[in-house]
């Protein structure tokens, strides 16, 4: 049976060797962006030595463990600007990812309201750039807004089918999980 290497910092073997060690990249940092470019780092280059280093005894302590969870789709970024691509090649991957590791998400997409006839502008402009970017939106009205959620008031939404959510901070563990298996080190 194979061990799994830990993903607590607290859990990890004593390093005080590490002081006379050399490694060809030291990331800083522990949580989600930090440990994803570790491993894409490792898996470029599987003979480098990288670390990741965090002043926390557990993996994704600050930002990562406190955001809302959400995979976003590209709603507001120019479209065929880089943003917009990594937006959404960034939720394709991010969902793979989880269902190739078994991380639960829910691809529960998101209403974004307008309230008045300026907010219903903005949104007729979100709305083509949604379609403009290839993102999976549709426009509702007073009507099937209501139906969709009746807690909420406003002149016309739309539902942006592809945003998820998803538990960052298991992500981030499973990456540092990868990462250790193929020799990097956390610290």
């Known amino acids: 049976m194979t061990q799994s290497p830990p993903t607590s910092i607290a859990d990890q073997p004593p390093l005080d060797h590490l002081a006379q060690t050399h490694f060809d990249y030291v990331i800083v940092g522990g949580g989600i962006v930090g440990v994803s470019t570790a491993l894409q780092l490792q898996q470029t280059y599987p003979h480098k030595r990288i670390i990741v280093i965090e002043k926390e005894s557990e993996l994704a302590s600050h930002q990562t463990g406190h955001n809302s969870g959400v995979v976003h789709a590209g709603v507001y970024y120019p479209p065929d600007s880089l943003k917009a691509q ?35 502008q903005r949104l007729r402009a979100l709305y083509e750039r949604c379609q403009e970017n290839s993102v999976d939106v549709e426009w509702l009205d007073v009507a099937q807004l209501r139906r969709e959620e009746p807690n909420v008031v ?34």
């Open 86 to 120: 990594f937006c959404r090649q960034g939720l394709k991957d991010t969902l793979a990812f989880c269902r190739q590791h078994g991380i639960p998400f829910e691809q529960c997409g998101k209403l974004i309201v307008a309230t008045d006839e300026l907010e219903l």
């Open 154 to 187: 406003g002149v016309a939404a739309i539902l942006v089918a592809d945003t998820a959510i998803t538990d960052y901070p298991r992500l981030t563990r499973v990456m540092a999980q990868q990462f250790q298996s193929l020799g990097g080190q956390l610290l």
